[in-house]
């Protein structure tokens, strides 16, 4: 397994739409591996392809519940269901998140409190997974990324400026713009 640097927001594989895996080969695997072992080191809850530089339709995720609970997979080509959406700002406290494409920040943002998504195992097996709270906040940010999407580009305007200053003055929002988990200062 290999750590691989993270691509940060610029960088235009992040945004573009990710192709379907057609094929579950050993390269895939591989790179699965390699993802987990770069969200690990990050370290992240989750990682989609086109963050690791590739642009196909796959993530990896790991969280742990408050009662320890441990959460972990891989989601190959997932197709997402979302409940509404709560009416309302979101809570700084609680709906605050980050992305370790733009490392170092977290903002307020509203998501849907429940999700079903749907894919493939890393075994061709098919997954189905209904959940709520911070684990369907991760499914969902982890599949924006497979749509080209990062989670700054869903912040009101206010944020989004302030996004725009974070980004210039580190010199990002440009391609090729990478950081490498275990090897850069860099506060994920």
């Not at 580009?153 to 010199?171: C, H, N, Y």
């Amino acid at each position: 397994m290999a750590v691989l640097p993270i691509r940060i927001m610029g960088d235009p594989v992040l945004h573009a739409p990710a192709a379907r895996v057609d094929e579950i080969t050993d390269e895939i695997r591989t790179l699965v591996a390699d993802m987990f072992e770069t969200m690990d080191t990050a370290p992240g809850v989750g990682l989609a392809g086109p963050q690791v530089g590739v642009a196909l339709r796959l993530y990896t995720y790991s969280y742990q519940d408050d009662d320890g609970s441990p959460w972990r997979g891989v989601i190959i080509n997932p197709e997402l269901w979302m409940h509404p959406l709560v009416p309302g700002d979101p809570d700084p406290d609680d709906e605050s998140e980050g992305c370790l494409s733009f490392p170092g920040e977290r903002f307020p943002l509203r998501r849907s409190e429940r999700v079903i998504v749907t894919g493939t195992d890393l075994d061709g097996g098919d997954v189905r997974i209904e959940v709520d709270g911070w684990r369907a906040r991760i499914m969902q940010h982890e599949f924006d990324h497979l749509d080209g999407i990062l989670y700054v580009d869903r912040l009101p305007d206010g944020d989004w400026k302030t996004v725009q200053k974070i980004a210039r003055k580190r010199g990002w929002g440009r391609p090729g713009a990478s950081w490498m988990p275990g090897v850069d200062d860099i506060d994920a």
